[in-house]
């Protein structure tokens, strides 16, 4: 114990109890980080945690006559760094509601398996309003109730858009001005409180992650990477093939299906808000991953890209770059996997299979993309160093929801009526993902800079081919197209609505009636000669 002595403490049988040890005499410390390499021999087999915290008390320093006072935090960020709890977390934001009233407000999406609600704070200059071409992004935090940084970063990140707003910071204010932003901070309330009235010392690495059901979160949404590449195997022509908007699996939603609450309301969520862009907020290490999270064949590991890997990948970079700690060459590996080899960015499905991500699930059934973002090697840091975090944080969470202006965006209207087209399928050609337009045909598609052919086709109206140049602008390239109806479908809605056809539609319908009249009279004419034909060689 005095710096060359090894102190031994017996451990639990159960791996996921912590022990609470004492040193033989008193000793003032902060934290002790371990290598198990240094221990016995079986100490380099399996995962095993790499810290011991030591619990001590504050003495006053003797060589300063001023009594000791707490230290400063490690933030200029007037922010409240400490854990909050249910109840203080409804507390904190409606704090921030009161604070900014104009571009902020509560919602629920749903409640937990207990009946705890689950909070979203909406951030915009018109809250509770879609509006035309404003791109949707949301932050979700909290799926392992154990992982908790990102639910405290989170409650840092809309006190600070608040804060900065309000004294006129022009990041933040265009940020607010020209994004609808969704911030979920506690996704498992559950499994939070059952890790906060243990603390941080002794929660272990599995207390709080599943639901109060005993549901992991991460692999409860549906699995609709194995119904693709089923499909591929199956379907010979490649053109019947789908690659976007899969429905769900009827199985999946039946009440009876192991789903969580939690999870049906983050999907009801995914499905009436059209977000672009996301990022699922994790503990326990340092790096960013992105899909497919899930391997094709059940492989432990194995890369696995979408269509879209380009873009994932600068997607985890602007993230991964600009994360203080990330961003660290000389710093110390998590655990077993040293991340810096990859430049702290990775193929989810190159890491583990995960089947049934939130990450896959999103792109697969929505438009929006998704990483996640393992925030730091502790799930449940100590408060002393939220405000810490925070900066290594705060300009990573600003700069990847800025990447939700990237690529093109536009309007697809009718021509005729300029009313936006919902449902209309955005072809970029070489990219075997197509997104669709919402209810007031606006869209967004991320892309890297660079020059897209996209076609955009609507049932009911002819296709539309035009070039569209992304710049390595922070604002998207405006893409709009009009679409001209098929003369049937544009007959139908004028006489549908009582409206009087225009003398070129006139004309066409005569047409179409006369096409049809000489194809009947044809086929009658045909039918008849037959029978007369038969009558002949009777008689």
């Known amino acids: ?33 371990i290598n198990p390499q240094t221990w016995y021999q079986n100490g380099t087999q399996g995962d095993i945690c790499l810290r011991a915290e030591v619990l001590g008390c504050a003495l006053p320093d003797p060589n300063n006559i001023y009594a000791w006072k707490m230290e400063p935090t490690e933030s200029k960020d007037k922010l409240d760094f ?74 840092n990140l809309m006190e600070y858009i608040c804060q900065e707003y309000k004294q006129g910071d022009q990041r933040i204010v265009h940020l607010v001005k020209e994004t609808r932003i969704h911030l979920l901070p506690s996704m498992n309330p559950d499994g939070y409180e059952m890790a906060f009235k243990k603390g941080s010392e002794l929660v272990g690495w599995a ?25 591929i195997e199956l379907e010979t022509d490649r053109s019947k093939l789908i690659n976007h908007y899969f429905p769900i699996p009827e199985q999946y939603t039946s009440e009876e299906a192991f789903v969580a609450s939690e999870t049906r309301a983050v999907i009801s969520w995914m499905q009436n808000i059209p977000f672009v862009l996301g990022a699922n907020l994790h503990g326990g290490e340092l790096v960013v991953t992105y899909p497919y999270d899930m391997t094709r064949d059940w492989a432990p590991r194995e890369h696995t890209p979408t269509p879209d890997e380009s873009f994932f990948r600068w997607l985890a970079t602007a993230y991964a770059s600009t994360n203080q700690v990330m961003s660290n ?9 040293d991340f810096l080899r990859y430049n702290n960015i990775i193929n989810g499905a190159d890491w583990h299979n995960v089947p049934g991500s939130m990450n896959d699930f999103s792109y697969l059934h929505t ?52 009313a936006g087209i919902p449902d209309a399928i955005i072809k970029v050609d070489d990219i075997d993902h197509h997104i669709r337009s919402v209810a007031d045909g606006d869209y967004w598609r991320l892309l890297n800079p660079g020059e897209y052919q996209v076609t955009v086709t609507a049932e009911g109206y002819f296709p539309s081919r035009r070039t569209c140049q992304v ?17 049937k479908q544009r007959i139908k809605d004028i006489l549908a609505n009582g409206g009087k056809l225009p003398k070129d539609l006139q004309l066409r319908l005569r047409q179409l009636r006369m096409r049809k009249l000489r194809v009947t009279t044809k086929a009658i004419n045909q039918r008849r000669a037959a029978a007369a034909a038969k009558r002949a060689k009777r008689v």
């Open 329 to 337: 060459p000389d710093r110390r590996p998590c655990h077993n996997k």
């Open 207 to 231: 207390l709080g992650r599943y639901s109060f059901e005993g549901i992991d979160m991460n692999h409860n949404f549906a699995d609709l990477n194995s119904v693709m590449w089923k499909a």
């Open 82 to 155: 400490r854990h909050h709890n249910y109840k203080e977390m409804r507390k904190l934001m409606k704090s921030v509601n009161e604070a900014c009233p104009d571009i902020t407000r509560i919602y629920s999406i749903g409640k937990s398996y207990t009946g705890l609600k689950l909070y979203v704070m909406e951030i915009s200059d018109n809250p509770g309003k879609h509006e035309l071409g404003e791109p949707e992004f949301r932050y979700v935090a909290g799926m392992h109730g154990n992982e908790v940084l990102g639910r405290e970063l989170l409650f």
């Open 471 to 487: 710049m390595y602008d922070h604002y998207p390239t405006i893409c709009d197209f009009r679409l001209s109806k098929v003369p």
């Open 367 to 418: 438009n929006c993309f998704e990483v996640t973002v393992e925030l730091s090697c502790d799930k449940f840091p100590h408060a002393s160093e939220l405000p810490t975090e925070w900066e290594n944080n705060r300009e990573s969470l600003l700069v990847y929801m800025e990447q939700v202006h990237r690529g093109i965006k536009g309007v697809i209207r009718d021509k005729d009526t300029e």
């Open 1 to 33: 114990m005095n710096g060359t002595e090894e102190a031994i403490f017996e451990g639990n049988q159960d791996a996921e109890t912590p022990v609470l040890a004492l040193f033989n005499t008193s000793t003032v410390a902060r934290y002790i980080r």
